[in-house]
């Protein structure tokens, strides 16, 4: 097992949870400006990413290419960046895997399956995710994630738009739309990372909420992702499977 971004309030929760697993072995840490030869040299089958959005990209072609299997948590991903991943999965060792996980935390993956489960059954839904004031990307992956997973059930179930008789806003006011739904975003000192999605029908509001108070709280997924990705070639988009949450 390998950690890239090790040093960073991820990375040293993953160090510490591979640390502390029977079955698994940390070969490599890795920081900024360490060499990428080190996750090689150390015999690393699998890399676990959770560094920038500047530096992912580079370390999954890296890993792929010489058939490490990437776990990727770095936020950021959209589709194009996944579509990356496909050309050089394609390219890479036969067997090698890449799982992208917005979120590692069970009850994230849980409230974005029960919004998904909800999405086709109300007219409105939106998403209010707040993160610690250190994010660089927002909106969050969980949160992105969350809204094309809604969107999709949406679109199966033959849901027309939220209804909306907004004719004048300031840029940003009603959110950022990924797939029209709005998404908002709040940068909260003393937060770690928390999302409600708010769903409304008639006479009645749905809030689907999630709060993750501690960095522990994706320790259990990391070790979940890192033990099941040696079964699943090519490309991973979730923890749902992995978890056992069809
Ligand atoms: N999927 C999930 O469940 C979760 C995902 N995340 C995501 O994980 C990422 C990291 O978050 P977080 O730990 O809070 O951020 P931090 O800033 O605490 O950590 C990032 C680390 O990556 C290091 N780094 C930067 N460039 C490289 C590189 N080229 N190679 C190796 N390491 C590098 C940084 O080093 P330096 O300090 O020197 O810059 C830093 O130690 C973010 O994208 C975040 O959104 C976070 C929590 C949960
Ligand atoms: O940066 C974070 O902290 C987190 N990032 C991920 C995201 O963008 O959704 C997962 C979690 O919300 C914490």
Not at 11 to 28: I, P, Y
Not at 61 to 72: K, M, N, P, Q, R
Not at 142 to 149: F, G, K, P, Q, S
């Given at each position: 097992?390998?950690?890239?971004?090790?040093?960073?309030?991820?990375?040293?929760?993953?160090?510490?949870a591979?640390?502390?697993?029977?079955?698994?072995?940390?070969v490599?840490?890795?920081?900024?400006?360490?060499?990428?030869s080190?996750i090689?040299?150390?015999?690393?089958?699998?890399?676990?990413d959770?560094?920038?959005?500047?530096a992912?990209?580079?370390?999954?072609?890296?890993?792929?290419s010489h058939?490490?299997?990437?776990?990727?948590?770095?936020s950021g991903?959209?589709p194009?960046?996944?579509?990356q991943?496909e050309?050089w999965?394609?390219?890479?060792?036969a067997?090698?895997?890449?799982?992208?996980v917005p979120?590692?935390?069970?009850?994230?993956?849980?409230?974005?399956?029960?919004?998904?489960?909800?999405?086709?059954h109300?007219p409105?839904?939106?998403?209010?995710e707040?993160?610690h004031?250190?994010?660089?990307?927002?909106?969050?992956?969980?949160?992105?994630?969350?809204?094309e997973?809604?969107?999709?059930?949406?679109?199966?179930?033959?849901v027309?738009?939220?209804?909306?008789?907004?004719?004048?806003?300031?840029?940003?006011?009603?959110?950022?739309?990924?797939?029209?739904?709005?998404?908002?975003?709040?940068r909260?000192?003393?937060s770690?990372?928390?999302?409600e999605v708010?769903?409304?029908?008639?006479?009645?509001?749905l809030?689907?909420r999630?709060?993750?108070?501690?960095?522990?709280?994706?320790?259990?997924?990391?070790?979940?992702?890192?033990?099941?990705?040696?079964?699943?070639p090519g490309?991973?988009?979730g923890l749902?499977?992995?978890?056992?949450?069809?």
């Amino acid at each position: 097992m390998a950690v890239l971004g090790a040093r960073g309030k991820l990375g040293s929760a993953v160090c510490e949870a591979v640390e502390s697993a029977d079955d698994m072995e940390l070969v490599a840490r890795v920081g900024r400006g360490d060499e990428l030869s080190t996750i090689t040299d150390a015999g690393a089958e699998v890399a676990v990413d959770v560094t920038t959005l500047e530096a992912v990209m580079g370390n999954a072609e890296f890993c792929l290419s010489h058939g490490v299997h990437t776990v990727i948590g770095t936020s950021g991903f959209g589709p194009d960046r996944v579509a990356q991943l496909e050309e050089w999965l394609a390219k890479a060792p036969a067997g090698v895997g890449a799982m992208v996980v917005p979120n590692f935390s069970v009850g994230a993956v849980l409230m974005m399956r029960f919004a998904e489960l909800a999405a086709a059954h109300f007219p409105s839904v939106e998403i209010v995710e707040t993160h610690h004031e250190r994010k660089a990307d927002a909106p969050s992956g969980t949160a992105r994630r969350t809204a094309e997973l809604v969107a999709a059930a949406r679109r199966e179930a033959g849901v027309g738009p939220a209804p909306d008789a907004t004719t004048s806003a300031l840029d940003g006011a009603r959110g950022a739309s990924v797939e029209d739904v709005p998404v908002h975003s709040l940068r909260m000192s003393g937060s770690v990372a928390h999302q409600e999605v708010v769903l409304g029908g008639v006479g009645e509001l749905l809030t689907i909420r999630h709060d993750s108070l501690s960095h522990a709280s994706f320790a259990h997924g990391v070790l979940a992702a890192i033990r099941g990705i040696g079964t699943r070639p090519g490309l991973t988009v979730g923890l749902e499977d992995v978890l056992g949450i069809a």
